[in-house]
């Protein structure tokens, strides 16, 4: 059952973390099109920001590669 709560909480984290604020895009998203875009003028603050509303997804990622590794043991 621990598998299936840590999902739960990826989930969770992704959708409130790692996307606030929502309006007028997620935080997250614009930290990311600034990235790609270059990175032109982003400072050390811009970046561990990315990382905190990064972080979900990584760790949902993480969850997702465990299960799949566990099942294809």
Avoid: N, Q
């Amino acid at each position: 059952m621990k598998p299936l709560k840590d999902l739960r909480i990826a989930i969770l984290l992704c959708l409130t973390l790692g996307l606030a604020p929502f309006y007028p895009e997620p935080h997250v998203w614009g930290k990311l099109k600034w990235v790609f875009g270059g990175a032109h003028g982003m400072e050390i603050k811009d970046w561990f920001d990315l990382l905190m509303h990064g972080f979900p997804f990584l760790f949902l990622l993480w969850i997702i590669a465990l299960k799949l590794l566990k099942e294809a043991s």
